[in-house]
């Protein structure tokens, strides 16, 4: 009999969404006439941009011509996007970059998950909590770790406590960590990073010869001018850390598929025997060895973003979302409610009713209001207690949500 991958069986109970789906399909089978507003999973509502569309239309139909038709194209993406991509999201904010340290994937999801297959199994790996689960699962996927204890925290993970009491940032370890797991705007708090805590975890990183891994992935929405959007803003950023960006909620393309992730060839890490290697080039190997590129339309369709029209038009659909995350935070904040972030990111971080859990939070919002949201604690023992609200949804629905939750449920 074949085994398995026993490391997958430490993880705990189901994936956090796959849960919230079984628990909302379970209500609706009993409660068939209620109609539930979504607004827990962090999908897009909105439809793509029409300049994407447009370009879309035009690549599809180019694959329909022999004269323009695309096979395989190469793994890392078309210069075409790589050109645009470090033009308008790094060179407009001092950042140089080389075409072959940006790599076109399917997605962060894939990307912030995968990045660890090119680290050794034993590396001491820091984490938020709380934090997207990707970045824990998968290195218990891996064997990074032990089994959780009771409050779901995973022997072997160094976790980095977000709380009031610190403004929910992660502080810098108290000893050495290889890994380093940080997300700007984060998900789920919503909370950002200002230049001088980014240099500190740069600082931090070149001091202990450790890898920070900055997720990016809602650096769009950051509203206020002082806060970098890229980790690479920060003198000495490409001797240490990976960036990881993504077309999904910028500009729509959840069901779509495209993003990219940025290894500079100045970060090098070492072999047990003390050799240096390029993270540049392990990676490279891992994305063209495992990923045969996103398709020609997406590539094009993603260059779009990047058209005057196309800027335009991303700048309104991010602009829809964060009214909507304004919509959320005021109407809460004057029910009573404690409510972080929405600022500079779609998320809005609140504290549960009276002490309640989060799962019994969850609970009571579908049962009263019909409204879905994502409990804290899935995301990390540190956020019991609290609950996500994302600003994804329609405009329609978004008012509807809070109007129910001000008039069923009590702070």
């Known amino acids: 009999m074949a085994l398995v991958n026993e490391h997958y069986l430490k993880l705990r109970a189901g994936y956090l969404f796959p849960e919230i789906a079984r628990r909302v399909q379970a209500f609706t089978k009993t409660n068939p006439e209620a109609q539930i507003i979504r607004l827990g999973i962090g999908d897009v509502t909105q439809p793509l941009p029409p300049a994407v569309i447009k370009s879309f239309h035009q690549a599809v139909d180019e694959m329909g011509q022999a004269e323009s038709f695309k096979g395989y194209g190469p793994e890392q993406g078309y210069e075409f996007l790589l050109d645009r991509i470090i033009a308008n999201d790094f ?9 072959d340290e940006v790599f076109v994937s399917d997605g962060s999801k894939c990307d912030s998950g995968n990045i660890q297959e090119i680290f050794a199994v034993d590396n001491v790996v820091a984490v938020a909590d709380p934090a997207y689960p990707v970045y824990v699962d998968t290195n218990v996927m891996a064997g990074r770790t032990g089994k959780a204890d009771e409050k779901g925290r995973y022997h072997g993970l160094y976790y980095m406590p977000c709380t009031e009491a610190n403004d929910f940032l992660p502080e810098v370890p108290s000893h050495k960590v290889d890994i380093i797991y940080l997300c700007f705007p984060n998900n789920p708090t919503g909370v950002v990073a200002h230049r001088h805590v980014l240099q500190t975890w740069v600082d931090y990183a070149r001091q202990n010869q450790a890898v920070i891994l900055f997720d990016a992935a809602y650096e769009a929405y950051i509203t206020e001018e002082e806060i970098p959007h890229s980790i690479y803003e920060i003198q000495g950023a490409k001797e240490c850390a ?16 495209c993003a990219y992730t940025v290894v500079p060839k100045a970060l090098l890490a070492s072999t047990k025997s003390g050799e240096t290697a390029s993270l540049n080039k392990l990676w490279n190997r891992r994305h063209t060895t495992k990923f045969n590129g996103v398709s020609y339309p997406v590539q094009v369709a993603a260059a779009a973003v990047y058209s005057d029209e196309g800027k335009t038009q991303v700048r309104a659909l991010i602009d829809y979302y964060m009214q909507n995350a304004r919509i959320i935070r005021q109407t809460l904040s004057a029910a009573g409610f404690t409510v972080f972030g929405g600022k500079n990111a779609p998320y809005i971080w609140m504290k549960t009713s009276g002490g309640m859990s989060s799962w019994d939070f969850f609970d009571l919002l579908l049962a009263e209001a019909h409204v879905v949201g994502t409990p804290g604690s899935g995301f990390g023992p540190s956020g019991e207690g609290y609950f996500r609200l994302s600003a994804f949804g329609s405009r329609e629905k978004t008012e509807e949500a809070v109007e129910r939750i001000r008039n069923k449920i009590s702070p």
């Not at 990976?242 to 598929?257: C, L, M, N, P, Q």
Request: hydrophobic share 30%; proline share 0%.
């Open 242 to 257: 990976i960036e990881f960006r993504s077309f999904s909620k910028t500009a729509g393309f959840t069901g779509t598929r």
């Open 91 to 99: 060179e407009v904010r001092g950042v140089t970059l080389e075409s």
